[in-house]
């Protein structure tokens, strides 16, 4: 369970999150919406701890994700995030992408995370590509190897902070199928995303960010058919 | 012409002598490199490390190797810590020399190399649980590596020339060195000096070929 108890955080003078407060139980799928600047790549940043905040808690399983105590390290083990740039390693293999961080820091041997590389490669559609440098991948193909990465570190909940915002349209589908399939399978998943169909379909439930406010929370069917608030309604006027 | 007879045979017949002396030379260049891509590496950690005195030591290096010459390097590792009361062997006071330099323009190679790798990559390595220090070695130092690979080959074949500057703390062992006793005993100055040079100019360039097919070999990414 991730639980976000009024957190907030500044960039200099400008504030992006204002007292966010936000339980995500396991199992559940919720994504995030809203305006650019709203604040919504940024609380995924502060749930594993890559950039701090300035008040309030994040916890994660209950260990305090901010506490001077917590090895992040540790914790970002169970985190997996993928970014919309893919970040793919250009110097290693398909294969190499994948194994790196089961190998060198859950201390997996060559066999061991190479197995487990190879069925998180094939769940994403990419079995056929292990020895080909990222160069080689499409931006779509890429997303997906990075995606692979995380799983592979076996986390307990995965972050997607716009994965498929970098994508050329044709192959967001890709990517969003791989989602979803994860969904299916239970993971736990905070998504951040302008894919509206895509958050209406797999979410149980929806947040609307607006000017570091999580202004909205709700099923799907409700927050998308029956915005509450005129920024909400704004919004999505404007996405569609 | 001008008086002056060539007397190649006689310069020739040192051939084995000056040969033995470019393994020497060799052998200080491929070692200062060594030992200078490692000290390079660490005074690029230092800089990345934001602690003012690593960053501070690490500048200090950095400016000092790279705007004094190499001959004044190569004197305080020899002469002028003497005068400390540390005596180094000529052999080392050159090595040291040279691998001071090495290192300094190395860093500031490695430091522009960084550039060009986004700092997205080691955020990429942290979220998967690396220490910082994991996501430099295995993730940007490699990266790091590959795009200084050109410069590096320049710092060797530089590496190479710079161990003629041996001879000015006394060393007569290696090629230059070599060369400037063989003059000392026979005169045929513009012989041996001109088989020297064509030496070292053979060295350097199977320098860069052989660096031209490595590189081929590593940037197939």
């Known amino acids: ?78 985190l997996g995030i993928v970014f919309q740039q893919f970040n793919a390693f250009p110097h290693l293999t398909v294969l190499e992408n994948v194994t790196l961080a089961p190998r060198k820091v859950l201390g997996q041997s060559k066999e061991q995370a190479r197995e487990m ?22 931006g779509g193909q890429q997303q997906r190897m990075a995606i692979a ?60 960010f607006d000017k570091g406010v999580m202004a909205e929370i709700a099923p799907p069917a409700q927050l998308f058919d029956a915005p509450q608030t005129e920024s909400l309604k704004t919004f999505l006027a404007a996405t569609h | 012409m001008f008086g002056y007879t060539f007397q190649w045979k006689q310069a020739l017949s040192k051939l084995p002598q000056m040969l033995d002396g470019a393994l020497v030379t060799m052998e200080i260049a491929l070692l200062s490199m060594a030992i200078g891509i490692a000290l390079a590496v660490l005074l690029t950690l230092f800089r990345l490390s934001g602690n003012r005195v690593l960053n501070g030591f690490a500048v200090t290096w950095v400016e000092v190797a790279r705007n ?26 050159l090595l040291i020399g040279i691998t001071f330099n090495n290192a300094g323009y190395l860093a500031e190679n490695f430091r522009g190399a960084l550039k060009a790798i986004p700092e997205t990559q080691t955020r990429a390595g942290r979220s998967l649980g690396m220490t910082p220090l994991e996501a430099f070695g295995y993730i940007v130092m ?15 074949v530089w590496a190479i020339l710079m161990t003629s500057l041996g001879v000015t703390v006394g060393l007569n062992i290696d090629l230059y060195g070599v060369t400037q006793d063989l003059n000392a005993l026979t005169f045929r100055t513009f012989e041996l000096f001109a088989i020297a040079g064509v030496i070292f100019y053979l060295i350097t360039k199977i320098i860069q070929l052989g660096a031209r097919l490595v590189a081929a070999r590593l940037f197939r990414y």
């Open chain 1, 117 to 138: 590389a190879v069925k998180q490669l094939s769940h994403v559609g990419l079995g056929d590509k292990l020895d080909v440098y990222p160069s080689r991948l499409s």
């Open chain 1, 149 to 208: 990465r995380a799983l592979a570190m076996s986390p307990d909940y995965m972050l997607f902070d716009e994965v498929t915002s970098a994508l050329d349209p044709q192959l967001v589908g890709e990517v969003l199928d791989t989602l979803r399939l994860l969904a299916s399978e239970g993971m736990t998943m905070i998504c951040v995303t302008h894919e509206m169909k895509f958050a209406r379909e797999v979410s149980d439930r929806v947040a609307f």
């Open chain 1, 1 to 78: 369970m991730i639980e976000i108890e009024n957190v907030y955080k500044s960039f200099g003078a400008l504030q992006v999150l204002k007292g966010i407060n936000l339980t995500v139980p396991n199992g559940e799928v919720l994504t995030v919406i809203g305006g650019s600047g709203s604040g919504k790549s940024t609380l995924l940043t502060c749930i594993n701890g890559l950039e701090k905040i300035d008040s309030g808690r994040i916890l994660v399983d209950g260990t305090d994700v901010h506490a001077k105590s917590t090895d992040l390290n540790k914790l970002r083990q169970k």
């Open chain 2, 68 to 93: 004094t010459p190499a001959l004044f390097q190569i004197y305080m590792a020899h002469f002028g810590v003497a005068s400390f009361g540390i005596h180094f062997s000529p052999f080392t006071s």
């Open chain 2, 142 to 156: 490699p990266q790091m590596l590959r795009i200084a690979f050109l410069p590096m080959t320049n710092q060797m």
